[in-house]
């Protein structure tokens, strides 16, 4: 079975720093989606950025973008530009490209902005 | 307009007594999905729903059931409750063969 890894259970970056927040997997697979979920007090999951296993390029989504690196099964996300709003949890997600489609999530990293 | 929404958003109810928490959503997706999280915030699979097929059924208690009226509605309906049930149950749906999933806003049920 897919698991996902995210080793920081809580990181801390001060406004307009850049941070980057880590992800492993394992996985027997070679076609698959990797995912970065937001999850603010609020509660609402927000997809925040999405990924592709067959495409080299790392996905980049405004200040957010990640470091897809398949043979290491490594997956980190990188916040630029911190922002009070980006205070949530983080969790890295996998999901198979065949078969049922459940998507499996890591334990989340909660992130904190200092002003 | 809500993609994902759920009802009720918290619930709170005794141990022993049945519950039922409503999904809908009208992003005309094929598959809906069921999810719990934990006091640690893990999130787990529960079950997903395919065209009113049940293709996903992890090691969830048979208290649990998911109900399926029609492709837009997934409710979630449960059994004598206990009290490790309290969590936060999301429901979400996804394009059958999509890779993203949209999640509600999550429901807080507490069981006392």
């Known amino acids: 079975a897919q698991t996902v890894t995210q080793s920081q259970p809580e990181m801390s970056v001060q406004e307009a720093e850049t941070v980057t927040l880590s992800c492993t997997y394992d996985?027997?697979?070679?076609?698959?989606?990797l995912f970065w979920y937001k999850q603010p007090p609020s509660r609402q999951m927000i997809l925040v950025i999405r990924?592709?296993?067959?495409?080299?390029q790392n996905a980049t989504e405004n200040r957010f973008s990640v470091n897809f690196q398949k043979a290491a099964k490594s997956f980190s996300l990188k916040i630029s530009d911190s922002q009070l709003g980006d205070a949530a949890m983080y969790f890295c997600?996998?999901?198979?490209?065949?078969?049922?489609?459940?998507?499996?999530f890591g334990a989340g990293t909660r992130l904190t902005v200092k002003p | 307009d809500t993609a994902v929404s759920q009802t009720p958003k918290y619930l709170v109810t005794q141990m022993g007594n049945d519950k039922s928490i409503k999904c809908e959503q009208n992003l005309g997706h094929d598959t809906m999905y069921w999810y719990k999280q934990d006091s640690k915030k893990f999130l787990k699979i529960m079950f997903s729903?395919?065209?009113?097929?049940?293709?996903i059924n992890e090691t969830v208690p048979n208290r649990f059931s998911p109900k399926s009226p029609d492709k837009a509605h997934l409710n979630l309906h449960i059994n004598s409750l206990e009290l490790g049930d309290s969590a936060v149950y999301f429901c979400?749906?996804?394009?059958?063969?999509?890779?993203?999933?949209?999640f509600g806003p999550g429901t807080r049920l507490t069981v006392t």
């Open positions: 729903y395919n065209n009113k097929e049940l293709i």
């Open positions: 979400a749906s996804s394009p059958l063969l999509s890779y993203e999933q949209y």
């Open positions: 990924q592709e296993a067959y495409k080299q």
């Open positions: 996985t027997s697979e070679s076609d698959y989606y």
């Open positions: 997600a996998y999901r198979s490209a065949a078969g049922t489609n459940d998507m499996r």
